[in-house]
């Protein structure tokens, strides 16, 4: 009989009995073989949604319009309590600066995974409402910031750090910050994928110089690579997951659990509509956000 | 000069340099009094969107349409991976199944907050597609489920449990459930508050014998009384906030850090709309989801 079952008991008072249902096993497949050992490494001693760094203070944020994700990082244990925003929307910006005020954190980062084209950065709005705030998006992007970061670059807010990745495929600047090594930091890691890999997804690759075998080299050498419990928290989605694992994605990702080639043919079909704010989106991006500041032409 | 900072080295070498930037404190009021004591309780060494039990795997899974959250929760180190599924909404529990079978669980409890007016719970949805799961609400709902919970009530997972404290005033049947005491059981706690408590605000009390004295002490007595660091998971989010604190709510909830009656005129003088749903959902809610069994009228 299974200890799953359901207790009467008064919330203060010891449990006076105890009715256990005898359940018979769901009709599931079981994972088996490498599948079985992969989805034990991923789910073995840890939740999935957790981020168990003692220092690390954590906040998923959602913009419904784009369906995109912001993430608040934070580490508690330092005085200043440096925190950094990755991927903050313009839309959100006074919904993400009350949080940082309310929990009495120091915003230190406005961090961008890749120049969007499906919304304005927030990073710029933070700026002109917190000058202290340092824009942050990589060198590849050609992209205007106030810090141009690299494959292997380290942001640093007090003890913990994230490093950066380079994934190019979705656009050719494409980075995925990796929470570091060491007992402070999380564990277990966190990658912000941006949209080189999304929850059984990925970003599409048919513009600002999207490239489908990049992408999939990015991905295997980049993300894969990582310890199958990693938790993976991208910068879109759209069926309502808020976050996944290396070594789920690794098993059921629709498009890169396949070959090279299928992958390749999958993204070249997707015959998907050109997005609608492309043309407002990657301008403003381009120079993070600041786009009241781009001289109109006449 | 403080230790936020950006480092650029290679993945695998040790950093080369280091570029510190001496940033000046942002322009952000810091709590001060009871509010920077309370705040430090609340974020001291934990991250507020973590359950950090080694046995509990946590999934926070949104319905965009209703801006529903279902949670799943499972004990992976018992050998059947026994899971529970709370609010989970009609249109999302094809996801849901598909997450319970990639991840290898065995669902065995749909529960239910509360009779929701927004949407139509999963649970009957779940239990035509996999017979061995239960339905539950509370006994004070009126609604029909295979397990009627009250106050006290414990619902076991493998060695893990959800207890149930009975929180009415948006409804009359509503009730939080709240993880365990124990070593095994996740620190800091997670309640699942359905409407009672959402995040810096609650839910509506005009229809479905809600009452706002009893939603005000249901909250303060049965929420406000937990540790400060236990985890706010709503059955609702209207801006993008997946967690908050019972700590952060008791500082900041616009609506429940005023006195009762205060509360109370606030409550009375919303206006909102009748709920487009609410005629076809508190119907089909009633009997857990079980709407295509109900006896059509002649």
Same mark, same amino acid.
């Given at each position: 009989m299974l200890k799953v079952g359901f207790s009467r008991a008064s919330v203060s008072a010891a449990p006076t009995h105890r009715l256990l249902f005898n359940l018979g096993r769901v009709n599931l497949a079981t994972p088996i073989g490498n599948r079985s050992k992969l989805i034990g490494s991923v789910m073995g001693s840890h939740s999935t949604a957790s981020s168990q760094s003692p220092k690390l203070l954590f906040r998923q944020l959602f913009e419904k319009e784009s369906s995109t994700y912001t993430y608040l990082l934070a580490d508690v244990s330092h005085p200043d309590k440096p925190a950094v925003l990755i991927d903050p929307v313009d839309r959100t910006v006074d919904r993400d600066l009350s949080v940082v005020k309310e929990l009495g954190l120091k915003l230190t980062y406005a961090m961008n995974t890749h120049v969007h084209a499906d919304h304005v950065t927030g990073s710029g709005l933070i700026k002109s409402?917190?000058?202290?705030? !340092?824009?942050?998006?990589? !060198?590849?992007?050609?992209?205007k910031a106030d810090v141009l970061i690299e494959h292997g670059d380290k942001i640093y807010f007090g003890d913990l750090f994230l490093e950066t990745r380079a994934t190019p495929g979705h656009t050719s600047g494409c980075v995925t910050y990796v929470t570091g090594d060491g007992p402070d930091q999380s564990q277990p890691k966190m990658a912000f994928t941006g949209d080189a890999l999304l929850i059984r997804g990925c970003g599409r690759t048919d513009f600002q110089s999207g490239n489908s075998e990049q992408l999939y080299k990015s991905v295997h050498s980049q993300i894969f690579s990582l310890p199958k419990d990693t938790c993976i928290y991208p910068a879109h989605d759209y069926k309502g997951f808020t976050v996944s694992t290396v070594g789920e994605e690794m098993?059921?990702?629709?498009?890169? $659990? !396949?070959?090279?080639? $299928?992958?390749k043919g999958i993204m070249a079909n997707l015959n998907l509509a050109y997005p609608k704010m492309i043309d407002v989106a990657v301008p403003a991006n381009l120079v993070c956000g600041y786009q009241d500041l781009i001289p109109k032409s006449s």
């Amino acid at each position: 009989m299974l200890k799953v079952g359901f207790s009467r008991a008064s919330v203060s008072a010891a449990p006076t009995h105890r009715l256990l249902f005898n359940l018979g096993r769901v009709n599931l497949a079981t994972p088996i073989g490498n599948r079985s050992k992969l989805i034990g490494s991923v789910m073995g001693s840890h939740s999935t949604a957790s981020s168990q760094s003692p220092k690390l203070l954590f906040r998923q944020l959602f913009e419904k319009e784009s369906s995109t994700y912001t993430y608040l990082l934070a580490d508690v244990s330092h005085p200043d309590k440096p925190a950094v925003l990755i991927d903050p929307v313009d839309r959100t910006v006074d919904r993400d600066l009350s949080v940082v005020k309310e929990l009495g954190l120091k915003l230190t980062y406005a961090m961008n995974t890749h120049v969007h084209a499906d919304h304005v950065t927030g990073s710029g709005l933070i700026k002109s409402k917190v000058p202290e705030v !340092k824009s942050v998006i990589s !060198k590849a992007s050609g992209a205007k910031a106030d810090v141009l970061i690299e494959h292997g670059d380290k942001i640093y807010f007090g003890d913990l750090f994230l490093e950066t990745r380079a994934t190019p495929g979705h656009t050719s600047g494409c980075v995925t910050y990796v929470t570091g090594d060491g007992p402070d930091q999380s564990q277990p890691k966190m990658a912000f994928t941006g949209d080189a890999l999304l929850i059984r997804g990925c970003g599409r690759t048919d513009f600002q110089s999207g490239n489908s075998e990049q992408l999939y080299k990015s991905v295997h050498s980049q993300i894969f690579s990582l310890p199958k419990d990693t938790c993976i928290y991208p910068a879109h989605d759209y069926k309502g997951f808020t976050v996944s694992t290396v070594g789920e994605e690794m098993l059921y990702n629709p498009r890169l $659990t !396949k070959d090279e080639g $299928t992958f390749k043919g999958i993204m070249a079909n997707l015959n998907l509509a050109y997005p609608k704010m492309i043309d407002v989106a990657v301008p403003a991006n381009l120079v993070c956000g600041y786009q009241d500041l781009i001289p109109k032409s006449s």
